[in-house]
Structure formats: structure tokens, C-alpha cells
């Protein structure tokens, strides 16, 4: 497994690594990753699935010039920042294996 420690200049640029890692991964064999990243911004993200409108204060966030972004995966919607420490963790998947589904990579995990 291929450690990486790298923080990029903003949240965007931060979420669009960890897709483009996810990306790699699904193009063909590679190298499974462990990235960990500290935003030096706060902001807000959304799972792919989430409501911006039902579940983030958009007028608060903007007034505070707070970004509001959505990552590719799944999960809740979370305030992130300094001190807020992120990781992607990209693994192979095996038909018979740990990694086998979602579930299967969670228990592993």
C-alpha cells in the first residue's frame, strides 16, 4: 500500500485528488492508496446523495464565506477545517475477499 501525505491549496482541489485516486483505481491494477489531508480552510461537504438545501445553512455559510462542496462518495454532510484530519483509503476489490463489497470493506476496514 502507497502512503500519501499531501494537502493541497483548498478544499476543492483536496476532494478532486481523492475522485481522481478513485478514478485511477477503477481505470486498472494499480498501487492501493492511504491519503491524509488537513483542509487549511474550513468548509462544508455533502455526499453525493444529499440535499445542499435541507441539510446546510446556506445563507450562514455564504456570509461567512464558507465553500460548500460535494464529494463522490456517499456519507453525511460535515463541517471540515484545520485540525480536521481526512484520509481516502482506496483498495483493491476482490470477488472472494475482504473487499468484496461495501459492507465486507467496512468490516475489514
Known amino acids: ?3 500519501l501525505d499531501l494537502t493541497l ?5 483536496n476532494l478532486a485528488c ?4 478513485l478514478d485511477a483505481a477503477e481505470a486498472g491494477p494499480g498501487d492501493e492508496v492511504l491519503r491524509f489531508w488537513e483542509s487549511r480552510e474550513h468548509f462544508v461537504v455533502v455526499g453525493y446523495a444529499n ?10 455559510c455564504e456570509a ?5 462542496l460535494r464529494r463522490c462518495s456517499g456519507g453525511g454532510t460535515v463541517v471540515q477545517g484545520p485540525g480536521c484530519l481526512n484520509y481516502a483509503l482506496v483498495l483493491r476489490i476482490t470477488e472472494d ?5 461495501i459492507s465486507a470493506a467496512n468490516k475489514f476496514i
Open 1 to 3: 500500500m502507497k502512503a
Open 9 to 13: 491549496p483548498t478544499p476543492a482541489e
Open 18 to 21: 481523492d475522485e481522481a485516486l
Open 51 to 60: 440535499k445542499v438545501a435541507s441539510e446546510v445553512n446556506v445563507a450562514a
Open 64 to 68: 461567512k464565506s464558507i465553500p460548500i
Open 97 to 101: 475477499g475482504a473487499t468484496r463489497s
